[in-house]
């Protein structure tokens, strides 16, 4: 039987940090020996509002490639491409334009409050707003059977499913194909300061390629239970962040639930579940720092990588182009 076809994309806009690791990077590693994985570096959605700040993107698709090598993706296994450098993405969005009204963009809950959000007012470029339908590009070149994202992403899927059947109805044809959001069962990680996001500006995010002083630094600076004042007050578990955190990171459930209880009952300070929050941390940090460095010190290794993922996703996209215009009957010399 042949693996089913998975595709995720991240934009480069910064590095990798630990909600993405437990979000979607640990996900993909597990699933690339089951499916054939595609993974792709979205740096024209990313340009979509960056596009004053070309450099900053480029230095993040290394960096974001980097990251995704340290946390144990293999090449082997998985193919990690650019969508810049896949031409065929581009054509295909040029021809689902047509198949999506603005009133039905204008309806996109997450795009509606990435605006908002990023305060374009009257400045709105068309390329932010319309790129759900790149993104339907991005998933139905590849053909992709499963898409892991996150909540957010939820009405891309749909938005990308609503362009696989117009096409498919207009052009009377079955070529494209429906895809099925797969949504992470953990929720998203807070942020060290315990808001729900995390967020570079913000800086309350542990970055995988973080050294270990770093780390440090940013659990001993964690937020906690504020009413906890006194090493002898007793103190609360439900919504701090530093015992999610061990929720969610730590292996010795054990040792977590006697920390939580001597907690709620007073006697245990911040700084020594702090320390052990540390040490949890390096455990699952160390091996992908030490193989980031390797990269790091082997860039080329990663430029090659990414150039043979490149040449392998469009011998997929390649194919579907040529599959879309024969559907709608303007491959006019072949
Ligand atoms: N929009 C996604 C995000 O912001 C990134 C993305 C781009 C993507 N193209 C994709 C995700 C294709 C899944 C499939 O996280």
């Given at each position: ?191 060290t300061?315990g ?24 659990i001993?600076?964690m937020y906690t239970d ?9 103190g609360?578990v439900?919504?701090n962040p530093v015992f999610t955190y061990l929720d ?11 920390l939580?209880?001597?907690y ?6 911040d700084?020594?579940v702090k320390?052990y929050l540390y ?56």
């Open positions: 039987m042949s693996k089913k076809r998975i595709l995720t994309g991240d934009r480069p806009t910064g590095p990798l940090h630990i909600g993405h690791y437990v979000g979607s990077l640990k996900n993909r590693v597990n699933m690339q020996d089951d499916y054939e994985q595609f993974i792709l570096i979205a740096d024209q959605q990313a340009l979509t509002d960056n596009f004053d700040n070309p450099e900053k993107i480029k230095k993040n698709v290394l960096e974001v490639a980097m990251d995704y090598l340290a946390a144990g993706i293999d090449p082997e296994k998985t193919t990690i491409c650019i969508q810049s450098q896949i031409p065929e993405i581009a054509e295909l969005t040029m021809y689902y334009m047509n198949l999506v009204t603005v009133a039905r963009l204008k309806r996109n809950p997450t795009v509606k409050s990435e605006i908002e959000q990023n305060g374009f007012g009257n400045n709105l470029p068309v390329g932010f707003f319309s790129y759900p339908v790149s993104q339907a590009a991005d998933i139905t070149a590849f053909k992709a059977e499963v898409v892991p994202v996150g909540e957010d992403q939820k009405p891309m899927i749909e938005q990308t499913n609503e362009v696989v059947r117009r096409f498919n109805r207009i052009y009377k044809t079955e070529t494209l194909k429906e895809c099925k959001a797969v949504i992470p069962k953990v929720g998203r990680l807070c942020g300061d808001s729900d996001k995390m967020s570079k500006s913000i800086g309350n995010v542990i970055n995988l390629k973080d050294d270990t002083e770093t780390v440090r630094k940013k001993m600076g504020p009413n906890h004042i006194k090493v002898s007050d007793p609360k439900e919504g969610v990171f730590g292996k010795d459930k054990e040792k977590i639930q006697e939580k209880d001597h709620k009952k007073g006697g245990l300070g700084v020594k320390k040490e949890v941390m390096e455990e699952v940090l160390s091996p992908i720092r030490e193989k980031r460095k390797y990269y790091e010190e082997n860039k080329e290794e990663v430029m090659k990588i990414l150039e043979d993922g490149n040449k392998r996703a469009r011998e997929v996209t390649k194919k579907t182009l040529s599959d879309v215009k024969d559907a709608m009957g303007i491959n006019y010399f072949s």
